[in-house]
């Protein structure tokens, strides 16, 4: 079981950036996952979700984010996206997905819950 975040990199104030995460050895449509980022100095904090679409599919945005920040999944590529417009130097972190694993999972899922994490991917927002 193995989450694997991609796509980060610099990018300037204003610009877009769309993260994937893929995901091998189960099929993340069963399941709900979630987006973290890390600043500098900063406590992991969740970003986003989406429910597994064996329950609703809803997805959860961070206050931080809405309006900008939009997740989503292609079951065919078994890969859950993040695309991050209007991006300011304060979304600059290292992000990640993770999943319970729960089958039928629905957002928001319980920090402590996430069990299963990708090795984060850096972006870089300059100002």
């Known amino acids: 079981v193995q989450l694997q975040a991609s796509g980060g990199g610099l990018v300037q104030a204003g610009g877009s950036l769309r993260l994937s995460c893929a995901a091998s050895?189960?099929?993340?449509?069963?399941?709900?996952i979630g987006w973290f980022r890390q600043a500098p100095g900063k406590e992991r904090e969740g970003v986003s979700c989406?429910?597994?679409?064996?329950?609703?599919?809803?997805?959860y945005v961070a206050e931080s984010v809405r309006g900008r920040f939009i997740v989503s999944r292609d079951n065919a590529k078994n890969t859950v996206y993040l695309q991050m417009n209007s991006l300011k130097p304060e979304d600059t972190a290292v992000y990640y997905c993770?999943?319970?694993?729960?089958?039928?999972?629905?957002?928001?899922?319980?920090?402590?819950?996430?069990?299963?994490w990708g090795q984060g991917t850096l972006v870089t927002v300059s100002a």
């Open positions: 993770a999943t319970d694993k729960v089958p039928g999972g629905s957002c928001p899922v319980e920090y402590g819950r996430y069990r299963y």
């Open positions: 989406i429910s597994s679409s064996d329950s609703d599919g809803s997805t």
């Open positions: 050895g189960f099929t993340l449509d069963y399941y709900a």
